[in-house]
C-alpha cells in the first residue's frame, strides 16, 4: 500500500500528468459546451410550423407509397434487423426532420455520447501511462527505485495499480461533469420526464466508461514498460488508428470482429452489430449481421489487458533495469 501511495504522488508531482488531465477536462467542457447550444431550446413558432409542415407532407401520396412498399420489405426500409416499430411510424414526416436544431433528448445522447467520451478519455489514459512510465525509464529513476525495493513483482504492481486508480478517476469525473451538465439543461429546457431505468442504464454505462479508461490506461503502461520508450506507444496507437484498421478491413473482411474500434462500440454501448457483405455477388447481394455482446467485448479487452500486463511483467523482471 505504500507502494501504491508513493506512486499515486509521483504521478500528481509530473507536470506533464497535470496538462494532460487538465486537456481532459477542457476537451469535456467544449463537448458539453457545443452539445448544449446544438441542442438549445427551439422557439414555439419554429416548432409549430415544423409540426404544420410535417402534417402537410404526411398526406402527399408518395408517403403512403413508400409505406406500402417498406410493409411488402421491411428489412430494406428498417435494416437487416428491423425493430418493432412499424413502417407508418418510421417513416411518417416528423416535426423534428424541418428544424435546423434537435431538442436536447438524453435518451438518444446516451448512445453515441460515451461514445465519444470513452474515445477521448481513454487516449488520454494512454499518454497518461506511457508518459509516466516512460519518463522514469527516460531519467533512470526505475533503477534507483530497485535500490530501496528490490522486489520488481511489487514495484511494478504498485506502478499499474496507481496508473489504473488514476485514469479510473479520470474517467469518472469526466463523465460525471458531461452527464450533469446534460441533465441540468434537460431540466431546465423541458417538461417531459426521463423514461424509467434511464438513471440505472446511464449508471451502468458511466461504470463501462470508466472501465475502458483505466484498461486504456494499463495498456499505455504496459506497452511502454515493456519497451521503454513513450515514443514507441504514440507510434503504435497512430498507426493503428490511421492505418492499422483500414488496412485489416481492406483486406481481410472478416476480421472485423477482432477489431479495436468494434469491441469499443459493443462495450460502451451494450452491444455493436457488424455488417457484413458478401465478397461476391451473382444474384442478389444481403448482408450479413454479426453481433458482438457486451459479454464478447468483455471477455476480448480482458484477455488482451491480460496478455499486456502479463507481457510487461514478464519483461520487467527478466530484463536488466540501467
Not at 113 to 129: K, Q, R
Not at 173 to 194: C, D, H
Not at 247 to 268: C, K, Y
Amino acid at each position: 500500500m505504500k507502494l501504491v501511495l508513493v506512486e499515486l504522488t509521483r504521478l500528481r508531482s509530473r507536470r506533464a500528468i497535470a496538462v494532460l488531465i487538465a486537456g481532459a477536462f477542457v476537451i469535456a467542457a467544449i463537448l458539453l459546451g457545443n452539445q448544449l447550444w446544438s441542442d438549445r431550446p427551439v422557439p414555439a413558432s419554429e416548432l409549430a410550423a415544423a409540426q404544420a409542415r410535417a402534417d402537410r407532407e404526411a398526406k402527399q401520396p408518395y408517403v403512403a407509397r413508400e409505406i406500402r412498399r417498406c410493409e411488402r420489405n421491411p428489412q430494406d426500409y428498417l435494416g437487416p434487423t428491423p425493430s418493432d416499430a412499424s413502417c407508418a411510424e418510421a417513416l411518417k414526416p416528423r416535426a423534428e426532420w424541418f428544424l435546423n436544431r434537435q431538442p436536447l433528448d438524453p435518451v438518444n445522447l446516451s448512445r453515441d455520447l460515451p461514445l465519444g467520451i470513452a474515445l477521448f478519455t481513454g487516449v488520454i489514459a494512454v499518454l497518461i501511462g506511457a508518459t509516466m512510465i516512460g519518463a522514469e525509464w527516460s531519467a533512470g529513476s526505475v533503477g534507483t527505485q530497485l535500490l530501496f525495493e528490490s522486489r520488481r513483482n511489487q514495484v511494478w504492481t504498485a506502478k499499474a495499480v496507481a496508473i489504473g486508480a488514476a485514469t479510473a478517476v479520470l474517467g469518472l469525473l469526466v463523465f460525471t461533469l458531461v452527464w450533469t451538465g446534460i441533465l441540468l439543461a434537460y431540466q431546465a429546457w423541458s417538461e417531459t420526464p426521463l423514461p424509467d431505468g434511464f438513471s440505472r442504464d446511464l449508471s451502468e454505462t458511466g461504470l463501462r466508461v470508466v472501465a475502458f479508461t483505466a484498461v486504456a490506461g494499463l495498456a499505455g503502461y504496459a506497452i511502454t514498460m515493456a519497451v521503454r520508450h513513450t515514443v514507441v506507444v504514440l507510434g503504435m496507437m497512430l498507426a493503428y488508428s490511421v492505418i492499422g484498421e483500414a488496412f485489416l478491413r481492406g483486406f481481410f473482411p472478416r476480421v472485423e470482429p477482432w477489431l479495436v474500434s468494434n469491441n469499443t462500440f459493443a462495450w460502451i454501448q451494450d452491444g455493436y452489430e457488424i455488417t457484413l457483405y458478401p465478397d461476391q455477388c451473382f444474384d442478389e447481394c444481403r448482408p450479413t449481421v454479426e453481433k458482438l455482446t457486451l459479454l464478447d467485448s468483455a471477455v476480448y479487452f480482458g484477455v488482451l489487458t491480460a496478455v499486456l500486463l502479463g507481457l510487461s511483467l514478464l519483461i520487467f523482471r527478466r530484463r536488466d533495469v540501467p
